[in-house]
C-alpha cells in the first residue's frame, strides 16, 4: 500500500465469515463475496472483526480468509485484520502472521477476560507493546458492547502518539465519547466510527472512516451517505442514513451475526450459516428480517 494509505477515509465491512451447513469454513463463497464488493466503492475489508465470528476461527482459518481476502481484492482496497487476543504475546503473534498472509494494518481488540484489571495502564502496556513489534500498523478496537471495556479519553491521548498506532475503530455509537476521542487523539490519527447508527452524525463532526456492520449488505448506499455529504448533499445524506437506521438495528442488535448473514443472502450475497453455538434464525424471524429491508427499500 502507498505510504498515504493510513489515511483512513470510506466505508469496510466487518466481513461476515460464511459457513457450511456443517460448519466448515466456505472460501469459495468469501472469495465470491469479496469480489462483489469489489463493486461496491468500498475503501476495504476488515477480515476478523466481530461480525466475523472470529472468537469462533482456529488460527489456520483466520490466516486463510485474509490470504482469500488480499487474493480477491481490488487494488487500492485496504485490508484490515482482527489479531488481538487475550495475551500480549500471542496477539503479537498473530499480528506478524497475519502481516505475511497480506493484512496492511491489525485492528485489535482490547483484553477484557480479567476485566476488572484490565484498566487504562493495562491496555496502554498492551498496545503499545504490540505496536513496538508489528510489523504493520496497528488501530484499537473499543467495542464494549462485548468486552465490558470501554478506553477513556486520556488513553486514547496517550496511544495516539505511538507512531505505529495510527487509529482507533469506536463500536459505541456514543457521540459524545466521540467527540471527546477527537479532542484528546494527536493530529493524523483515524477515529473510525463503529456502527451505521451513528454514520451520519460522525461526519458532520469531521470523522470520514467506518467500519460497520451494514456495509456487508449494503454497501453501495453506505458509500452513499458520505458521498452526498461530501457533495454537499446533506438532506439527501441523513434521509438515506434516516431509512437505513432499522436496518443496521435488525442486524445487529436484534437479530445478530445471524440477521446480517440472511440480510446479506437476500441481498444476493453468499451469507452461508452461522458456526455453533450461534443460533440460526427462525423461519419468522426470517420473515421479520425481510419486512425490513422492503421497507427501507432493499429488498429482492
Not at 31 to 49: D, H, P, Q
Not at 155 to 167: D, Y
Not at 254 to 265: D, E, F, N, P, Q
Amino acid at each position: 500500500m502507498p505510504e498515504d494509505s493510513m489515511f483512513i477515509t470510506g466505508v469496510i465491512p466487518p466481513m461476515i465469515t460464511p459457513f457450511t451447513q456443517n460448519g466448515g469454513l466456505d472460501l469459495t463463497a468469501h472469495a465470491a463475496n469479496v469480489l462483489r464488493w469489489n463493486k461496491a466503492g468500498l475503501r476495504g475489508y476488515l477480515v476478523l472483526g466481530s461480525n466475523s465470528e472470529a472468537v469462533y476461527l482456529n488460527e489456520r482459518e483466520k490466516l486463510r480468509l485474509i490470504e482469500q481476502t488480499r487474493e480477491n481484492a481490488s487494488p487500492g482496497r485496504l485490508i484490515l485484520a482482527g489479531t488481538g487476543m487475550e495475551a500480549t504475546r500471542e496477539t503479537i503473534h498473530l499480528t506478524r502472521e497475519a502481516a505475511k498472509a497480506g493484512a496492511h494494518a491489525a485492528l485489535i481488540i482490547t483484553p477484557a477476560f480479567y476485566r476488572s484489571q484490565m484498566k487504562d495502564e493495562a491496555q496502554i502496556r498492551h498496545f503499545q507493546a504490540i505496536a513496538d513489534a508489528s510489523p504493520i500498523p496497528v488501530l484499537i478496537y473499543n467495542v464494549t458492547k462485548y468486552t465490558g471495556v470501554n478506553l477513556s479519553p486520556r488513553a486514547v491521548e496517550v496511544l495516539s502518539q505511538h507512531p505505529n498506532i495510527v487509529g482507533m475503530k469506536d463500536s459505541s455509537g456514543s457521540i459524545p465519547q466521540m467527540v471527546q476521542y477527537q479532542k484528546a487523539a494527536a493530529e493524523g490519527f483515524n477515529l473510525l466510527v463503529g456502527t451505521a447508527s451513528a454514520w451520519y452524525p460522525a461526519l458532520t463532526l469531521g470523522v470520514t472512516g467506518a467500519i460497520m456492520a451494514l456495509a456487508n449488505c449494503a454497501p453501495e448506499h453506505c458509500v452513499r451517505v458520505q458521498q452526498s455529504f461530501d457533495a454537499g448533499r446533506k438532506t439527501e445524506a441523513e434521509e438515506l442514513y434516516r431509512r437505513l437506521f432499522p436496518v443496521n438495528q435488525a442486524v445487529t442488535a436484534t437479530y445478530g451475526i445471524a440477521g446480517l448473514k440472511y440480510a446479506c443472502t437476500l441481498r444476493g450475497y453468499q451469507g452461508g450459516y452461522v458456526r455453533s453455538p450461534l443460533p440460526e434464525l427462525s423461519g419468522q424471524e426470517q420473515e421479520e428480517v425481510k419486512v425490513i429491508l422492503e421497507k427501507a427499500g432493499l429488498g429482492g
